[in-house]
C-alpha cells in the first residue's frame, strides 16, 4: 500500500480502537493502516476508498451503539438492602422461638406445613411454614440463599412488591405441595419460597430481560439458569423437600409470567404499600394460628 496516497479517515481513542476499525475495513475489501506516535492515533485508507471506508465506520459504529444500547432495559425500581435486612431479623426471630414453647405457644406446632390439618381449613399453614426451619443450618442456608434470590427479584419487581410476589408465590407453592402430597405431608422451611423467587426471576427475565434480537439460545439463557439452580441446590440432602422446591419454583414461574405480562406498580407509594401487605399477610397468618391454636 502506497503511504503517500493515504488520506486520513478516522482518528482513533488509541492503537486497539484503530486495529478494530481496520479489521473492519479489511473485511470489505479497504486497506487501512494505523499510524501513531503513542499519544494520538489515526487511520488512513486510499483516497479512492475514502468514502466508502467512512460510510463503513459510521455503519459499525452505529450498530456497536445499538447493540449496547438494546440490552433490555430491566429498570431497577428500589433499593433491595431494607426488605432483606428486615426478612432477615424475622426468620432469626422465628429461629430462636420456633426450637421450644416460647410465650405459651408451641410456635413448631402451629406453624408447620400439615397437609391433613390446611385441608380441614387451617389455611394459615403455608405462609406460617415459610418462616420456621428444623435447626441453625437449614435456616442460615435459606437465609443465604433467599438473600441472593430475593435481591435480584426486588431490583426487578421493587422493594415493595418483589416481596410480596416471593410471599405470594412461596405460600402457593407450599398449598400445591400439599394439595398432591396428601394429608400426612408436613414440611417447615423458607426454601419454598426461595425457589419461588428463583423461579420468579427466571420467567420475568425470560420474558422481559432479553431484547427482541436475540437468539433462540439466548432467550432461554433464564429458564436454563433456574432450572440449573434449582437442580444444583434443591434436590440434595436426606431431609430434602424436593416436592417443596419444585413447586415453589413452579409456583414463582408461573407468577413471573403474570407480571412480566401484566406489570406491576412502580409507583413509591404502591410499592411501599405492597411491602406492607407482605409483611401483613405473615403477620395475619401468624396470629390467626395463634388465635385458633
Same mark, same amino acid.
Given at each position: 500500500?502506497?503511504?503517500? &496516497?493515504?488520506?486520513?479517515? !478516522?482518528?482513533?481513542?488509541?492503537?486497539?480502537?484503530?486495529?478494530?476499525?481496520? +479489521?473492519?475495513?479489511? /473485511?470489505?475489501?479497504?486497506?487501512?493502516?494505523?499510524?501513531?506516535?503513542?499519544?494520538?492515533?489515526?487511520?488512513?485508507? @486510499?483516497?479512492?476508498?475514502? #468514502?466508502?471506508?467512512?460510510?463503513?465506520?459510521? &455503519?459499525?459504529?452505529?450498530?456497536?451503539?445499538?447493540?449496547?444500547?438494546?440490552? @433490555?432495559?430491566?429498570?431497577?425500581?428500589?433499593? @433491595?438492602?431494607?426488605?432483606?435486612?428486615?426478612?432477615?431479623?424475622?426468620?432469626?426471630? =422465628?429461629?430462636?422461638? *420456633?426450637?421450644?414453647?416460647?410465650?405459651?405457644?408451641?410456635?413448631?406446632?402451629?406453624?408447620? =406445613?400439615?397437609?391433613?390439618? =390446611?385441608?380441614?381449613?387451617?389455611?394459615?399453614?403455608? !405462609?406460617?411454614? +415459610?418462616?420456621?426451619? /428444623?435447626?441453625?443450618?437449614?435456616?442460615?442456608?435459606?437465609?443465604?440463599?433467599?438473600?441472593?434470590? #430475593?435481591?435480584?427479584?426486588?431490583?426487578?419487581?421493587?422493594?415493595?412488591?418483589?416481596?410480596? *410476589?416471593? !410471599? #405470594?408465590?412461596?405460600?402457593?407453592?407450599?398449598?400445591?405441595?400439599? +394439595? $398432591?402430597?396428601?394429608?400426612?405431608?408436613?414440611?417447615?422451611?423458607?426454601?419454598?419460597?426461595?425457589?419461588?423467587?428463583?423461579?420468579?426471576?427466571? /420467567?420475568? $427475565?425470560?420474558?422481559?430481560?432479553?431484547?427482541?434480537? &436475540?437468539?433462540?439460545?439466548?432467550?432461554?439463557?433464564?429458564?436454563?439458569?433456574?432450572?440449573?439452580?434449582?437442580?444444583?441446590? %434443591?434436590?440434595?440432602?436426606?431431609?430434602?423437600?424436593? %416436592?417443596?422446591? $419444585?413447586?415453589?419454583?413452579?409456583?414463582?414461574?408461573?407468577?413471573? +409470567?403474570?407480571?412480566?405480562?401484566?406489570?406491576?406498580?412502580?409507583?413509591?407509594? #404502591?410499592? =411501599?404499600?405492597?411491602?406492607?401487605?407482605?409483611?401483613?399477610?405473615?403477620?395475619?397468618?401468624?396470629?390467626?394460628?395463634?388465635?385458633?391454636?
Amino acid at each position: 500500500m502506497d503511504t503517500d &496516497a493515504l488520506i486520513d479517515v !478516522v482518528v482513533c481513542r488509541d492503537r486497539d480502537e484503530c486495529s478494530e476499525l481496520a +479489521l473492519v475495513l479489511a /473485511a470489505q475489501a479497504i486497506p487501512a493502516r494505523a499510524r501513531g506516535d503513542g499519544r494520538s492515533w489515526v487511520l488512513s485508507v @486510499p483516497a479512492e476508498s475514502l #468514502a466508502r471506508a467512512r460510510l463503513e465506520i459510521e &455503519a459499525y459504529r452505529t450498530e456497536s451503539k445499538l447493540s449496547r444500547t438494546a440490552r @433490555p432495559a430491566v429498570p431497577a425500581e428500589g433499593r @433491595p438492602w431494607p426488605g432483606i435486612a428486615l426478612s432477615t431479623a424475622a426468620l432469626l426471630l =422465628m429461629g430462636l422461638l *420456633a426450637p421450644a414453647t416460647h410465650f405459651g405457644v408451641d410456635w413448631l406446632a402451629l406453624g408447620r =406445613m400439615d397437609g391433613g390439618r =390446611m385441608l380441614a381449613g387451617e389455611w394459615w399453614r403455608p !405462609v406460617t411454614a +415459610l418462616t420456621l426451619h /428444623a435447626d441453625s443450618a437449614h435456616l442460615l442456608g435459606n437465609i443465604g440463599f433467599g438473600a441472593f434470590f #430475593a435481591y435480584s427479584v426486588t431490583r426487578y419487581l421493587g422493594a415493595g412488591f418483589g416481596w410480596l *410476589a416471593i !410471599v #405470594a408465590t412461596g405460600a402457593l407453592g407450599n398449598i400445591a405441595n400439599g +394439595l $398432591l402430597a396428601g394429608p400426612d405431608h408436613r414440611s417447615i422451611g423458607a426454601s419454598t419460597a426461595v425457589f419461588a423467587a428463583l423461579g420468579l426471576l427466571s /420467567a420475568y $427475565l425470560w420474558r422481559r430481560g432479553f431484547r427482541s434480537d &436475540a437468539s433462540r439460545r439466548e432467550r432461554i439463557a433464564p429458564i436454563a439458569a433456574g432450572i440449573g439452580l434449582l437442580a444444583f441446590t %434443591g434436590t440434595g440432602g436426606v431431609d430434602t423437600d424436593i %416436592g417443596a422446591h $419444585l413447586f415453589g419454583f413452579v409456583a414463582g414461574f408461573a407468577g413471573g +409470567l403474570v407480571v412480566a405480562r401484566a406489570g406491576f406498580p412502580r409507583a413509591r407509594t #404502591a410499592q =411501599m404499600l405492597s411491602a406492607c401487605a407482605a409483611g401483613a399477610i405473615v403477620a395475619a397468618a401468624w396470629a390467626i394460628a395463634i388465635a385458633l391454636g
